[in-house]
């Protein structure tokens, strides 16, 4: 005679904090192997962009600089350098830590870079409306050397009265804007940003090659963030 028999484990549930930190240190190892394999990348990109660099020098000193085997060298050099600038852009975003985040706010970081993807330092970063009207509410940003800026945003206060992001009030569409150190627009984001609460949005932002300002900037960000003007004499 056959018998069905069945065993049943009982026990407490899991622990949330436990799992929501096994999951945030599972998270941290993937970011760090990510940032390892881009470290090595850059560190191949870079020797052979120095091995290119010897061989055109090579033949710079045999041929001359008219030679169009050198300019073909140095062409290959250039480009070479031009990968090594794009994976260091992807290693300093994998290695940047988020900022923190107020789950009723949200962030905006990045860098901001020339068109050689050279950091630019002392520019303003700031977010406007589709008028181009400055969104005090959200504060504004200068680039450190890196280029680096953090908009952090921790969402609308009711004691204080801000309306600025609550679910009465739609908010505007934003766009990222950017001035130079001469208090000159130099970038305006084509597409408008979503911000998602409790959640910090990387950009990396490469800055037209023209270098031509792109209007005025406006004036409630020109009262507090950006230099003066230097009246003519």
């Given at each position: 005679?056959?018998?069905?028999?069945?065993?049943?484990?009982?026990?407490?549930?899991?622990?949330?904090?436990?799992?929501?930190?096994?999951?945030?240190?599972?998270?941290?190892?993937?970011?760090?192997?990510?940032?390892?394999?881009?470290?090595?990348?850059?560190?191949?990109?870079?020797?052979?962009?120095?091995?290119?660099?010897?061989?055109?020098?090579?033949?710079?000193?045999?041929?001359?600089?008219?030679?169009?085997?050198?300019?073909?060298?140095?062409?290959?050099?250039?480009?070479?350098?031009?990968?090594?600038?794009?994976?260091?852009?992807?290693?300093?975003?994998?290695?940047?830590?988020?900022?923190?985040?107020?789950?009723?706010?949200?962030a905006l970081h990045g860098r901001v870079f020339d068109p050689e993807l050279k950091p630019v330092s002392g520019f303003t970063?700031?977010?406007?409306?589709?008028?181009?009207?400055?969104?005090?509410?959200?504060?504004?940003?200068?680039?450190?050397?890196?280029?680096?800026?953090?908009?952090?945003?921790?969402?609308?206060n009711p004691a204080s009265g801000d309306k600025s992001a609550t679910a009465t009030q739609a908010q505007p569409e934003l766009?990222?804007?950017?001035?130079?150190?001469?208090?000159?627009?130099?970038?305006?984001?084509?597409?408008?940003?979503?911000?998602?609460?409790?959640?910090?949005?990387?950009?990396?932002?490469?800055?037209?090659?023209?270098?031509?300002?792109?209007?005025?900037?406006?004036?409630?960000?020109?009262?507090?963030?950006?230099?003066?003007?230097?009246?003519?004499?």
């Amino acid at each position: 005679m056959a018998t069905n028999s069945r065993t049943t484990t009982s026990g407490s549930p899991p622990d949330m904090s436990d799992i929501g930190n096994q999951v945030t240190s599972n998270l941290a190892s993937a970011d760090n192997i990510a940032a390892q394999r881009v470290q090595t990348l850059m560190w191949v990109h870079q020797a052979r962009a120095a091995q290119l660099s010897r061989t055109a020098a090579t033949l710079k000193a045999q041929y001359g600089p008219s030679d169009p085997g050198v300019k073909s060298a140095e062409a290959a050099v250039a480009a070479a350098n031009a990968d090594v600038a794009r994976v260091a852009v992807v290693h300093q975003q994998v290695t940047t830590p988020e900022p923190q985040v107020a789950p009723s706010g949200w962030a905006l970081h990045g860098r901001v870079f020339d068109p050689e993807l050279k950091p630019v330092s002392g520019f303003t970063v700031f977010l406007v409306d589709a008028a181009k009207a400055y969104q005090q509410a959200y504060g504004f940003a200068y680039t450190d050397d890196t280029g680096y800026f953090v908009l952090n945003y921790t969402g609308s206060n009711p004691a204080s009265g801000d309306k600025s992001a609550t679910a009465t009030q739609a908010q505007p569409e934003l766009f990222v804007e950017i001035t130079d150190s001469k208090a000159r627009p130099v970038y305006l984001s084509p597409t408008a940003f979503q911000p998602v609460l409790g959640s910090a949005t990387y950009q990396n932002i490469i800055l037209p090659a023209d270098d031509q300002a792109i209007g005025a900037p406006p004036a409630q960000i020109r009262a507090i963030a950006l230099p003066k003007r230097k009246k003519k004499a």
